[in-house]
T-cell receptor, first 110, second 113 residues
Framework: GIQVEQSPPDLILQEGANSTLRCNFS?????LQWFHQNPWGQLINLFY???GTKQNGRLSATTVATERYSLLYISSSQTTDSGVYFC????????????FGKGMKLTVNP | DAGVIQSPRHEVTEMGQEVTLRCKPI?????LFWYRQTMMRGLELLIY????????DSGMPEDRFSAKMPNASFSTLKIQPSEPRDSAVYFC???????????FGPGTRLTVL
């Protein structure tokens, strides 16, 4: 099945710093979603981004489907950005079944 | 909108007992998903429904697990009998159309002693 790899696995930042999270996937996809799991366990959908670039405030995401990767940018990080970031892709084209990466734990210190 | 609602939020039970987790998807959403999250296995899909019909249950670990969706606004995940290795956080998610953004509920933290 499709493989999803995220890097780096862990990242510690000072408040105000910028960061880039990477998600690589092993096969063509028509859908990619980024999620943030906060320290209380809630999973929030950040982006639905099969291709191209989207921005939402300090966060933006770019997916290059032909090269099988996606990037999540966090600018001017805040302590509330702490948590685990997941990317997820369908197991196969057109499927609703998502495969999640192992996640990237971000800690933003004040 | 109230978002995806799950109950209970926490459940502690003893091995061998039956456990029923409940989910109310976002109104108007046609797809519903049950996930399990553990440290060892991460987030894994157990089963999903489209228009109340189970589409893929290949992630259900064994016959002790069953899920139903009797109508568009309610789903249950049942474990009978429960075992300590079932301890995990169980999430329900819904989406409006096939392949669309998935919205997660707050999860149910299950502990089986």
């Amino acid at each position: 099945g499709i493989q999803v790899e995220q890097s780096p696995p862990d990242l510690i930042l000072q408040e105000g710093a910028n960061s880039t999270l990477r998600c690589n996937f092993s096969d063509s996809v028509n859908n990619l979603q980024w999620f943030h799991q906060n320290p209380w366990g809630q999973l929030i959908n950040l982006f639905y981004i099969p291709s191209g670039t989207k921005q939402n405030g300090r966060l933006s995401a770019t997916t290059v489907a032909t090269e099988r990767y996606s990037l999540l940018y966090i600018s001017s990080s805040q302590t509330t950005d702490s948590g685990v970031y997941f990317c997820a892709v369908p197991t196969q084209g057109g499927s609703e079944k998502l495969v999640f990466g192992k996640g990237m734990k971000l800690t933003v210190n004040p | 909108d109230a978002g995806v609602i799950q109950s209970p939020r926490h459940e502690v039970t003893e091995m061998g007992q039956e456990v029923t987790l409940r989910c109310k998807p976002i109104s108007g959403h046609n797809s519903l998903f049950w996930y399990r999250q553990t440290m060892m296995r991460g987030l894994e899909l157990l089963i999903y429904f489209n228009n109340n019909v189970p589409i893929d249950d290949s992630g259900m670990p064994e016959d002790r697990f069953s899920a139903k969706m009797p109508n568009a606004s309610f789903s249950t995940l049942k474990i009978q009998p429960s075992e300590p290795r079932d301890s995990a956080v169980y999430f329900c998610a819904s989406s409006s159309t096939r392949g669309d953004t998935q919205y997660f509920g707050p999860g149910t933290r299950l502990t089986v002693l």
